[in-house]
């Protein structure tokens, strides 16, 4: 038997579906500098202005709006560093969860016992993605936006029906 008719055991299994999912945020942070500096100065000027006319403490209060957009920017962009990384291939379904803080939640099934759940509603389309397999179900996705929701579950979808057909042999390749 020649080495050329050695089956590889070490070849990597073919991804048919790889997705990462992260939260939508619309502001860069050049542009939250940019907004930040307008507000500062808008505030400032209001508050000089207040202050020549004898009321000094709305100069105070209006550090303070300042002080309190900066920090609800500040927790926006924590949040957004939570993902989901989603894998697919013929023989596992790898989802991977990442907090905005840090930890890691990982969840490894089948995609031939793996069920996608959607949930929609009448007037707002898609609302929640579940994957569910042996009576576990998995929320997906929540943070997506509706249309974002059934782009990505069609995907899904298209993945698992292909890891159900199963791999495909391909002897020129």
């Known amino acids: 038997m020649s080495t050329g008719n050695d089956f590889d055991q070490q070849a990597a299994e073919p991804e048919l579906f790889s997705a990462l999912l992260t939260p ?24 000089i202005a207040f202050m020549v006319m004898g009321a000094w403490p709305v100069l105070g209060f209006l550090a303070l709006d300042v002080l309190a957009i900066w920090w609800a920017f500040r927790v926006n962009f924590r949040r ?10 013929p023989s596992h379904l790898r989802l991977r969860r990442i907090s905005h803080r840090g930890h890691v ?9 793996v069920k996608l759940d959607v949930e929609t509603h009448e007037t707002f389309g898609v609302e929640h993605l579940y994957l569910v397999s042996h009576g576990r179900r998995i929320s997906i996705g929540s943070f997506l936006a509706p249309d974002e929701k059934a782009s990505f579950a069609k995907a899904l979808l298209a993945a698992l029906a292909a890891a159900r057909r199963g791999p495909t042999f391909n002897p020129v390749a």
């Open 24 to 47: 939508h945020r619309s502001l860069s942070r050049n542009g939250f500098v940019l907004l930040l500096v307008f507000v500062s100065a808008v505030s400032f000027a209001a508050g």
């Open 80 to 89: 957004a560093r939570a993902r989901e990384e989603i894998l697919v291939t």
């Open 105 to 113: 939640v990982e969840w490894a099934l089948n995609p031939l016992w």
